[in-house]
């Protein structure tokens, strides 16, 4: 299994919820990828955002990345909401 865990830079005040839901039609998209096990929204006790994707492997995941379901998912996030960029790193579930 491959993970990534974004870390994602503050959303302008006052826009959470759109983000939230934008999130949520992003993995019904995202979904349809081969590969693709889960991907989750977190938010910490200081309003943070965190996501976490599931994939099958890394080649799934690139290509998820290299898909038109991701084109299109990209395209519904107002560039906006998000103040700067988001921060991925990358995991091989070594144990688990």
Not at 42 to 69: I, N
Not at 70 to 79: F, N, R, T, V, W
Request: aromatic share 10%; with cysteine.
């Amino acid at each position: 299994m491959f993970v990534v865990i974004v870390h994602f830079p503050p959303v302008a005040a006052g826009r959470e919820a759109e983000f939230e839901q934008w999130f949520g039609r992003s993995n019904a998209l995202l979904s349809q990828c081969e590969g693709f096990l889960a991907r989750r929204l977190l938010r910490d006790e200081d309003g943070h955002y965190t996501g976490l994707v599931e994939h099958e492997s890394r080649e799934t995941f690139t290509a998820m990345h290299e898909s038109p379901q991701h084109s299109e998912a990209d395209a519904l996030l107002d560039g906006e909401i998000l103040e700067g960029p988001r921060s991925p790193r990358f995991y091989d579930v070594v144990v688990g």
